[in-house]
Structure formats: C-alpha cells, structure tokens
C-alpha cells in the first residue's frame, strides 16, 4: 500500500489557515493602498509595479526613483528571506513569532526616520514587514500562499477554473477568488483611511497584525502543538524533498 501524501499545509488546520489568509491579505491591501497614496506611490507589497517602476527609472535616467524602488525591492525580498529562515528556527512557534515580528515592524514605520525621496527609511520596516509575511503560510502542496500580490491568484484562479472542467483541480484553487476579495477590500480600506489619517493609518494593519499574533500565542499557550497554529510543513516554496521544519530544528 502506497504511503499517505504528506500534507505540507501550514497550519495544518484549514480553519486557522483559510481566515488567517484573507485577514493577512486584506492587512496587505491596507498598507500597500497606505503606502502608495502616502509615499508617492511606492508599493509597499506590489513588487510587480515596483519592478515596471524601476525599469521606467532606468531607461528614462530617473536615478533617484531608482534607487528608491530598487532598495524597496530588496528590502521585501530580504523580509521574505528573513521570515523563511526564523520559520525554519522557531518550528512549530512559527505564526506567533512571525505575526509578533510583523506586528511590531508595521509600527516602528511610524517611528522611523524619514529618510531622503531615493532612500525612504520610513517605508522600509512596513515592506519588510509585508514581505516577511509571505512566510507565514502554504497550502497544502508546501507553496507560499499569495498574501500580498494578486497576480499570483488570479492566475492561480484562472488555472483553477480551467483544470475544474479537466476534472483536476488544485485542492486550494478555490481560495483564489476569495485572497483577491480580500486585498482588494483592505485596499479600499487602506485609501480611506489615508485620506483621513494620512501616515498613522498604518496603526490600522499594525494593529490588526498583533490582534492575530496575540490569538496565535494564545492559541500556541493553550494548545501546544494544536493543528490550529502548527504542522509539519517544510519551508514554504522548499523542494519537495524537504523535511518538516519540526524536525529541522531539533536537529
């Protein structure tokens, strides 16, 4: 009898995962819609604008608006780097640890230096805070599920949709939809309360970012181990061979 599939879903509990989703991805909406109104439209999730914007600051010798999208870029990047491997240290404490680390970057943006037009200091804690989000959770084929980008859902969705009628779908298509809903709706949010707040509406995402990490520790302290906030996952995106983090750390 051939082994039972391994489940690389994180939390191994649809009903953690799934809500956590949309909230993370609304909270990503939010700040990124922030951001764009309040830094001049600098991305603070959407690498993919951020990336057209480096390419026409290249070819137009636009250097200082290249160097403040190339650093945003790398900066989310290292949040995703950064995240991956303190998921990888903390094993089964990853979503209380990440959500408190999130939680606590989104604020100190508020706090930071503002820095100069090519070298926004002031953003960089709230785009390493969004990129570092995206090691937060996976779905149940160990991929990074698409919490701050929409490109990826759609996509995901349209696939889905096409593999529905081939009577193969991927177990975690239909959530596609729904993670597009969700930052779209926080997107609208985010412009709202810029308008009105200007830079401290990011207190909003920031202080949604440590209600789910204090439900996470919650959770963690009085369900060790709980299939709620844990599993037994690899790193998010890692190869297929890879062991589950639990077993990573004790090693």
Not at 124 to 146: E, F, H, K, R, W
Not at 212 to 237: F, K, M, Q, T
Request: charged fraction near 10%; include cysteine.
């Amino acid at each position: 009898m051939a082994d039972k599939p391994v489940d690389k879903s994180f939390p191994a509990s649809a009903k953690t995962r799934v809500p956590l989703a949309l909230a993370l991805a609304g909270l990503a909406g939010c700040a990124d819609s922030i951001g764009f109104l309040e830094y001049s439209q600098l991305f603070m999730s959407f690498m993919s604008g951020n990336t057209t914007r480096f390419g026409v600051s290249v070819s137009t010798f636009d250097w200082e608006n290249t160097a403040r999208v190339c650093t945003t870029i790398l900066i989310f990047c290292f949040g995703a780097f950064l995240g991956t491997l303190i998921a990888a240290w903390v094993g089964p404490w990853r979503l209380p640890v990440l959500l408190s680390i999130e939680a606590a970057l989104l604020a100190i943006g508020l706090v930071s230096p503002w820095g100069t037009f090519s070298f926004p200091l002031h953003a960089y804690p709230i785009v390493m805070a969004l990129g570092l989000q995206n090691a937060t959770l996976q779905d149940a084929n160990g991929n990074s599920i698409a919490l701050t980008y929409v490109t990826g859902a759609v996509v995901r969705f349209g696939t889905g949709l096409a593999n529905l009628i081939l009577h193969k779908p991927n177990p975690s298509f239909w959530i596609q939809a729904p993670l597009w809903g969700a930052l779209s709706t926080g997107a609208v949010i985010g412009g709202a309360l810029q308008i009105r707040y200007g830079e401290s509406a990011f207190l909003f995402p920031a202080a949604l970012a440590a209600l789910l990490a204090v439900i996470a520790i919650i959770v963690a302290l009085a369900r060790p181990g709980s299939h709620l906030i844990a599993g037994n996952s690899p790193a998010p995106d890692a190869a297929p061979s890879a062991e589950p983090l639990h077993v990573v750390t004790r090693a």
